[in-house]
Every structure is written in structure tokens, then in C-alpha cells.
């Protein structure tokens, strides 16, 4: 099974940063300092002082956000995450059909994953257990939750459903 | 977890996916928590407290869901009657090793 790290303009958080407190200039990287998983070697960085937070820079619109709130906020579309883990078979079955899915509903719908091994805490918060879930924010609110690996067309009439907006 | 996974299919009935790559994940997730863990903890969930959950064993590989009604939402051991269930109930080291190579 091909798993594709390149060419997403999926914003994915994959490394835990206690990460650039205001007085460190923002970095530019294509990806997140220290992340792993993207096939290259990130910097390390020491910080001396939290609060916790994180860069990440999404490679599509080189945004840059705080927090996973942050991410939430800023966003103009309802934003999919998909909660998955490393190890977890349907999880990475979803790889290339989230890409599909997230290229097909640009319009409607922003795709975001995170790695619950690496953000225990947001999956902590939004009571997350089985492996994939995906929650559907709107006005940065859960507003719809469902499990397990679905097809892009499946995947893609649940979110028409439940944004009720018809391609 | 490999040959696990192949007589547990077999003694279940149950079929690999026909994505053998979704099997090869699975498998060594289980192997890795095995290794870390002394258990194969399931690896499609979210745990507070890993060795809490091995130690009160409900999602030990297999499962209390497979074992009570064969459901795993891992898609390592599926139903006949699955959508993603294949033919197989064997799967190489070489397929696994190749499978998970890139991750």
C-alpha cells in the first residue's frame, strides 16, 4: 500500500513542538521544526519558555497557526480532522482517499489530520477512542462526529449530508 | 503478531482485508505495542492510560468485540460478508516488511 507524504496541501500535525514563544521570529519551513513523518529532517528547537503551542505551516496557503484552536479559528470552511495513528490500518487506508476527497470538495471543506499519539491532549479534549474519527467543525464547534474507514464517495456524501450543500 | 493473526482467522472464519496493506499495519501495530507494552493493545484507539488498559486486558488483541461477535474495526480480522474482506487468511513476513517499508 503506497503511502503518499508529498504533494498534500493536508495540513497535518505529526510533531509536538513546545514550540516559538513570541520572542523567536516565526519559521518559514515547509515543515513543521522537528516534525517527522514528511520524509525530511526538521530542526530542533529549544525553547525556554511555554506556553505550549506549535508552528505548522501548511504548505497549500503558508499559514502559519499557534494551535489546533488557532487552526480552528482562522479557518473560512467547515474543517474535517481526521484523528488517526501511525499504526492504525484503516487509518492509513484513508490516506489516499482523504487526498481525494480534500482535492474534490476544495471548495466546500478544509482537511486537516492529527496524529493522536503526538497531540494526546486534543484527543484527550474531544474524547476521541476509536481509530479513525473524524469530526466535522463548523464555526470552529464540533458539529458532526462519525468512525471508521468509509470511500471517498461515502466519505463525500456524509459531508454533503451534513453540510446540506449539494456539488 | 503475524502468525497470530493468520490461525486467529483461521479459528475465527474471519478474512484478511484486500488491502493486505491495511493487515500489514495492523499487524505490526500490534507487534510494536506488544513490544512496549507486554500486550498487543489494539492499535486503532485513543488510550488515556496504555498500561491501565493493558492490565484490564478488554482490548487485548483479540478483543472482547472480536471474541463476543467477531467485530474488529481494525479491518484485520473481517467477515465474510465485509465489503473489504478478501480471500486471504495468510500473509508473508516479505508482504508485511514491504507493506510498511515507507512509514
Redesign the interface.
Known amino acids: 500500500m503506497a503511502i503518499s507524504l508529498s504533494a498534500s496541501s493536508i495540513p497535518r500535525l505529526s510533531g509536538e513542538n513546545p514550540a516559538a514563544s513570541s520572542s523567536m521570529s516565526p519559521l518559514r519551513l515547509r515543515l513543521p521544526a522537528g516534525a517527522r513523518g514528511f520524509g525530511g529532517g526538521g530542526r530542533r528547537i529549544s525553547v525556554n519558555s511555554k506556553p505550549r503551542g506549535f508552528s505548522l505551516v501548511v504548505e497549500a496557503k503558508k499559514q502559519t497557526y499557534n494551535s489546533f484552536d488557532d487552526l480552528l479559528a482562522k479557518s473560512e470552511k467547515p474543517v474535517l480532522v481526521d484523528f488517526y495513528a501511525t499504526w492504525c490500518g484503516p487509518c492509513q487506508f484513508m490516506v489516499p482517499i482523504l487526498n481525494e476527497v480534500s482535492i474534490r470538495l476544495n471548495d466546500t471543506i478544509q482537511v486537516v489530520k492529527i496524529d493522536t499519539e503526538k497531540y494526546p491532549s486534543i484527543a484527550d479534549k474531544y474524547k476521541i477512542e476509536a481509530l479513525p474519527t473524524f469530526i466535522i467543525f463548523k464555526d470552529g464547534k464540533p458539529f458532526e462526529r462519525f468512525e471508521g474507514a468509509l470511500t471517498a464517495d461515502q466519505l463525500i456524501q456524509r459531508i454533503e449530508d451534513s453540510l446540506k450543500v449539494k456539488q | 503478531m503475524r502468525k497470530f493473526s493468520e490461525q486467529y482467522a483461521r479459528r475465527s472464519g474471519t478474512y484478511f ?1 484486500v ?8 499487524i ?2 500490534l507487534a ?1 505495542h506488544k513490544d512496549t507494552l507486554g500486550a498487543p493493545l489494539c ?4 488510550y ?1 492510560d496504555k498500561p491501565a488498559e493493558v492490565a484490564q486486558g478488554f482490548w487485548n488483541c483479540p478483543c472482547v468485540p472480536m471474541r463476543e461477535r467477531k467485530e474488529c ?4 480480522f473481517l467477515t465474510p460478508e465485509n465489503d ?1 474482506a478478501g480471500q486471504d487468511q495468510a500473509i508473508s513476513f516479505e508482504e508485511i516488511k514491504e ?1 510498511t517499508s ?2
Open positions: 482485508c488491502d493486505k496493506g491495511v493487515t500489514s499495519v495492523v505490526k501495530g510494536d492499535p486503532c484507539r485513543h488515556d474495526h481494525c479491518m484485520l473489504f507493506s515507507n512509514m
